[in-house]
């Protein structure tokens, strides 16, 4: 499992829905969302989420989630390539970022959080190992401790069922293909073998005359 930043600027985005949703998911309900993820395509469900608050006060971490769906395309005509990358994901922990976060930017300065850039431009940025397993367990200390969402561990094992699928049926034209061989060569091995005879050169030696 791999941890990514989303990152929420209000300047950009108001969010009016968002104590809504703070209220939902802190009272225990599966609350789904969906979130741009800049040019991450390896994002996969069951991967770790964090949300980020930048550009303004109160800025920090307040929320986090496990990805039910990998990127997939939307069409955005603001963008140059003509779509966005977005992600679909559920929360287990958020709190409402216009009042409060759970862990504030000056917490993420010190050591091991610090190798981390968490005032990135675009969301999809991975959490470094170093900083990410610190952080999960101050996340824990602050918000509690509580299981992965069955929806996302569903997403989680059919994605995996996918991926074995489809290995297996790239896997399964090579070993015919190996297997056809070795047929062919034990077929060539076991066929008789004829051995081949050169024909003889004709006789120029005269041949010799009996003596009388």
Same mark, same amino acid.
């Given at each position: ?25 802190? !009272?225990?309900? !599966? ?7 800049? #040019? ?19 800025? @920090? ?14 069409? *955005?005509? %603001? ?12 929360? *287990?922990?958020?709190?409402? !970022?216009?009042?409060? /976060?759970?862990?504030?930017? *000056?917490?993420?300065? /010190?050591?091991? #959080?610090?190798?981390?850039?968490? *005032? ?5 940025? /991975? ?5 990410? @397993? ?6 824990? &200390? ?22 074995? %699928?489809?290995?297996? %049926? ?10 056809? &061989? ?31």
């Amino acid at each position: 499992m791999t941890a990514f930043l989303l990152i929420w600027s209000p300047k950009k985005w108001p969010w009016p829905e968002l104590p809504d949703f703070a209220r939902r998911v802190q !009272a225990g309900e !599966a609350v789904a969302d969906t979130w741009g993820c800049g #040019f991450a395509r390896g994002i996969r469900p069951g991967d770790r989420v964090f949300l980020h608050r930048v550009a303004s006060e109160p800025r @920090g971490l307040f929320g986090s989630g496990y990805v039910t769906r990998a990127p997939y395309e939307v069409p *955005d005509p %603001a963008y140059k390539r003509g779509y966005r990358l977005c992600i679909d994901f559920v929360y *287990d922990w958020l709190v409402d !970022a216009h009042e409060q /976060v759970a862990i504030g930017r *000056d917490a993420l300065r /010190v050591h091991p #959080f610090s190798v981390q850039t968490w *005032d990135a431009q675009s969301s999809g940025t /991975v959490i470094k190992p170093v900083a990410e @397993g610190p952080l999960e367990k101050r996340w824990a &200390e602050l918000t509690g401790k509580r299981p992965m969402p069955p929806t996302a561990i569903a997403a989680m094992h059919a994605y995996e069922a996918a991926q074995a %699928a489809m290995q297996s %049926a790239t896997q399964k034209p090579a070993r015919l293909t190996a297997a056809n &061989e070795r047929r062919a060569e034990l077929t060539q091995s076991a066929a008789p073998r004829t051995r081949s005879r050169q024909p003889r050169a004709p006789r120029t030696t005269p041949r010799r005359t009996p003596s009388r």
